[in-house]
Nanobody, 126 residues
């Protein structure tokens, strides 16, 4: 089965940076849209970022992270990264990567993604 494994989470101070990585085990990101979602404790899961394979591999971001986060692919290594800059306490959450083939209008929807990682914790605190 396809497995996605996130890594790189941890404790970071407000204003700091952190890079998360997602590796595909027994699968690939090539030909798929890959996305990051996050879920703060006690809150709903929300869209963070996505990278499309087609259309020049355009990237998309949630309103709360646009301008601070960046998603990127390393196709040779079959990984996808999320670089997070100027982190805020409200960024504290479990971060999940996901793979799917959504149409553009559904790119931000949880139901568009078939495979999910187990999540990695990001704690933004002094």
């Amino acid at each position: 089965q396809v497995q996605l494994v996130e890594s790189g989470g941890g404790l970071v101070q407000p204003g700091g940076s952190l890079t998360l990585s997602c590796a595909a085990s027994e699968g690939t990101f090539s030909g798929y849209t890959v996305a990051w979602f996050r879920q703060p404790s006690g809150k709903d899961r929300e869209f963070v970022a996505a990278s499309r394979w087609s259309g020049g591999s355009n990237t998309y971001y949630g309103d709360s992270v646009a301008g601070r986060f960046s998603i990127s692919r390393n196709n040779a290594r079959n990984t996808v990264s999320l670089t997070m800059n100027n982190l805020k306490p409200d960024d504290t959450a479990i971060y999940y990567c996901a793979r799917g083939r959504p149409i553009l209008s559904s790119l931000r929807q949880i139901s568009s993604y078939t495979y999910w990682g187990q999540g990695t914790k990001v704690d933004v605190s002094s």
